[in-house]
């Protein structure tokens, strides 16, 4: 049996255009919230780091898909973008359910961070599950 790397090539596009699109999302969560999730992370605090894990978590599970169904880089970007709309609205969402998010994030308060890491999730498999070829 001989092993095939014709894939390779579009492989390593769709990977390395997958983490950059993580990149991006990132980029731009980080600036929507509040608080400083980087230093409070690189300082201990366990909740930040739940809460940004949870929402890229949140945007892969759709990416993933995307990647797994796109029939063209356009297409795996227009709904990655897709995604990326639906996370932000996520944590839209979880600010107006908790009052006071990103400071109860400062204060290292776990339940916030988990709640909102939870919405992120839910809101990241229902869209991936939304997504139709």
Known sequence: MAISMAGLPAFLLYFVLGAALIGCFVAVYLRLT???????????????????????????VPLEKAIAQASSIPDLVIWAVAAMVIQFGAYGLARVLIPDLSRKIEEDR????????????????LAAASMTA
């Open 34 to 60: 509040a608080h400083d999730e980087i230093g409070l992370i690189r300082g201990g605090n366990l909740s930040a780091a739940i809460a940004l894990g949870g929402n890229v978590a949140g945007f892969s």
């Open 110 to 125: 776990l339940p916030s961070a988990v709640m909102l890491a939870v919405i992120a999730v839910i809101s990241g498999t």
